[in-house]
Each structure stands twice: as structure tokens, then as C-alpha cells.
Nanobody, 121 residues
Framework: QVQLVESGGGLVQAGGSLRLSCAAS????????MGWYRQAQGKQRELVAT???????NYDDSVKGRFTISRDGAKNTGYLQMNSLKPEDTAVYYC???????????????WGQGTQVTVSS
């Protein structure tokens, strides 16, 4: 069974920084694309950033230049460095990953349980 566990959320003042981590564990053959999403209260879940196995990244326009997504293949862990945080960044942040549990099987998308990020003005 594969599990994704996020950590690093919390309360921070506007202009501050947080670093989120997403650790994958269980039976893992390969992790393909990893991503971070967020869902503010009363709104739909939205994409924040993604990173491919090869390191190509993609960001939502609202976080470009402030957030950086990265990954450590040896640790099966993804990260989201968030700088210059704004009150509108307040949301529950979820990581997801496309994971193969065996080389002969297609990848499947897994989600973490979410971590709350609150930015005060």
C-alpha cells in the first residue's frame, strides 16, 4: 500500500515562508510526476505546481516567482518552498503523485491527507 504524508504547514504572517514536504512510502517502483494542489474554504481544489521525474516544473501564475517545487528521488519526497506568502495563499495543501508499484503496471494517482497553511495579514 502506498501512502503520501504531508508536513510543514502552519500559521505564518504575510511575507513569510513555509516549506511543505510530501513523503511517499510503501511499495514503490517508480514515482513519476509529483504535484501540489490547494483548496481554500468554499473553493475548488486548484493546481499549484507540478514536477516531472526529469525535473521539469510547471506553476500556476499566482505562485510563479514565489513558490518552488522540488523532489528528492532517493528519499521519495517532494517539497514546496513557499516564499512571500500572501493571505490569499491560505488553504489546505495536498500533494499528489503518479506512482507505479511495479514496472509492469501503469502508474496510479495517490493523494496525501492535506496540510493547512494559514497566512495572516
Amino acid at each position: 500500500q502506498v501512502q503520501l504524508v504531508e508536513s510543514g504547514g502552519g500559521l505564518v504572517q504575510a511575507g513569510g515562508s513555509l516549506r511543505l514536504s510530501c513523503a511517499a512510502s510503501g511499495t514503490i517502483f517508480r514515482i513519476n510526476t509529483m504535484g501540489w494542489y490547494r483548496q481554500a474554504q468554499g473553493k475548488q481544489r486548484e493546481l499549484v505546481a507540478t514536477i516531472t521525474r526529469g525535473g521539469s516544473t510547471n506553476y500556476d501564475d499566482s505562485v510563479k516567482g514565489r513558490f518552488t517545487i522540488s523532489r528528492d528521488g532517493a528519499k521519495n519526497t517532494g517539497y514546496l518552498q513557499m516564499n512571500s506568502l500572501k493571505p490569499e495563499d491560505t488553504a489546505v495543501y495536498y500533494c499528489n503523485a503518479e506512482i507505479q508499484i511495479a514496472g509492469v503496471l501503469p502508474s496510479r494517482t495517490y493523494w496525501g491527507q492535506g496540510t493547512q497553511v494559514t497566512v495572516s495579514s
